[in-house]
């Protein structure tokens, strides 16, 4: 279920003191990335920092970590048993999401943390997040077309909602790439409660960092990491040849991960996972595997699974090339969100094959993840293989992983 606000959110956390304070990053790519820079400079910076990004990858408590460490189930349980047990005793019959944001919280106070850094889970404004008390800085990453019918139909009414997150006196570092009427509402927003807005921009160390392999998209996430560090924690070196060596060993895993799948599927080489749900994070994705996968003219074999209600075919027009090879598969269980459900795969199929994937190498996988994964590393032999369309098929496959392991 999704209701956004937080009336009910609030009365869970009202006996939860915020004594840390917090980095709040909205948007609808990249901040999960940014928070991972966020936390991981935090941290390498010797300052005591948790995390809380959604949705969680292989077991609810692992979006929730303390100093880079996911909390202990444990902890998690023992915690989240408090937290129902008050929304049961005050009927106030919270959202899943909204009783596992006041999890997190009660969580980052029992850790006694100086920073949380925590991801807008939908919008922002109305977002359970939003009832942090003591912002330090706010970030506005990448915005695009997605949970339309909570945040509105145009980018401007969606980017709207996002920059609800911003507190007056509190500086907003925001991803300056955005499109300009993206640009235009978050500004007008921050005027309306002066907020001031700090760009990221440093083309000499862009320039270093993509000759390292990083993504223009990825630029700019570490770009707006580093600048809310900085505003952050204005006492430690936020300088890049400092912050550097830590970037290079953050790790985000489903987005343009390089897996080894051999022990499911016997494959020697690698496969690309990538979480892109939205046509904003397929085109990133389309770039990429145009530059790194399609130079060998081979035709890209793709394991697919989207969320019902999200836009599949935005997303294939973009991925799909003439002759590519196709699998279709549900993803898993969503634990702690029974309300996701899969698309149907010969939907999914079928929206393939219009956009001129071969008709005779497509295959329905229906609810087995490893039989596409299977199927998939046949068809492809030693050519390029790509796992996409949503993080919980993410989740799946490395879930199945670690059953192999």
């Known amino acids: 279920m999704i209701d956004l606000g937080l009336a009910r959110v609030g009365r869970l956390l009202q006996s939860t003191p915020q004594n840390w304070k917090a980095i709040h990053v909205a948007g609808t790519n990249g901040k999960g990335s940014i928070c991972a820079y966020i936390s991981a400079m935090l941290h390498a910076s010797g300052v005591s920092c948790a995390r809380f990004t959604s949705p969680h990858l292989i077991d609810r408590w692992d979006c929730i970590t303390i100093n880079e460490k996911p909390v202990s189930e444990s902890l998690f349980r023992d915690v989240e048993n408090v937290v129902k047990k008050i929304d049961r005793d005050y009927g106030i019959e919270a959202t899943e999401f909204e009783l596992l944001t006041a999890t997190a919280f009660e969580i980052f106070n029992r850790s006694r943390v100086d920073f949380g850094v925590i991801e807008v889970g939908m919008g922002g404004e109305s977002d359970a997040t939003n009832v942090l008390?003591?912002?330090?800085?706010?970030?506005?990453?990448?915005?695009?077309?997605?949970?339309?019918?909570?945040?509105?139909?145009?980018?401007?009414?969606?980017?709207?909602?996002?920059?609800?997150?911003?507190?007056?006196?509190?500086?907003?570092?925001?991803?300056?790439?955005?499109?300009?009427?993206?640009?235009?509402?978050?500004?007008?927003?921050?005027?309306?409660?002066?907020?001031?807005?700090?760009?990221?921009?440093?083309?000499?160390v862009d320039r270093e960092l993509a000759k390292q392999g990083y993504e223009p998209h990825q630029l700019w996430n570490i770009g707006c990491a580093q600048m809310a560090f900085r505003l952050a924690c204005p006492k430690r070196d936020a300088s890049w040849p400092h912050l550097l060596p830590i970037i290079r060993q953050v790790q985000w895993p489903g987005r343009l991960q390089r897996l080894n799948i051999q022990r499911l599927t016997g494959r020697l080489q690698e496969v690309l996972l990538d979480g892109a749900h939205n046509p904003q994070s397929a085109q990133v994705l389309a770039d990429y595997v145009q530059k790194h996968l399609r130079s060998s003219g081979r035709p890209?074999?793709?394991?697919?699974?989207?969320?019902?209600?999200?836009?599949?075919?935005?997303?294939?027009?973009?991925?799909?090339?003439?002759?590519?090879?196709?699998?279709?598969?549900?993803?898993?269980?969503?634990?702690?969100?029974?309300?996701?459900?899969?698309?149907?795969?010969?939907?999914?199929?079928?929206?393939?094959?219009?956009?001129?994937?071969?008709?005779?190498?497509?295959?329905?996988?229906?609810?087995?993840?490893?039989?596409?994964?299977?199927?998939?590393?046949?068809?492809?032999?030693?050519?390029?293989?790509?796992?996409?369309?949503?993080?919980?098929?993410?989740?799946?496959?490395?879930?199945?992983?670690?059953?192999?392991?």
């Open 133 to 204: 008390k003591q912002k330090s800085v706010t970030v506005i990453s990448k915005i695009g077309f997605d949970h339309q019918s909570f945040l509105g139909n145009t980018l401007s009414e969606i980017a709207q909602q996002k920059a609800g997150i911003m507190r007056p006196g509190v500086p907003c570092v925001f991803d300056c790439s955005n499109l300009p009427e993206v640009q235009k509402a978050v500004r007008e927003h921050a005027a309306s409660l002066r907020v001031d807005i700090h760009n990221p921009m440093d083309k000499g």
């Open 300 to 405: 890209v074999t793709w394991v697919f699974a989207s969320t019902a209600g999200k836009d599949a075919d935005g997303v294939l027009r973009l991925l799909i090339q003439n002759g590519d090879i196709f699998a279709a598969v549900r993803f898993g269980p969503v634990d702690g969100m029974p309300w996701v459900k899969a698309e149907d795969p010969a939907k999914l199929i079928d929206l393939a094959c219009l956009h001129e994937a071969d008709g005779d190498r497509v295959y329905n996988a229906h609810d087995h993840v490893g039989n596409a994964l299977g199927w998939a590393c046949r068809e492809a032999g030693d050519g390029p293989l790509v796992i996409a369309g949503s993080l919980y098929l993410v989740s799946s496959v490395l879930r199945l992983l670690r059953q192999y392991s």
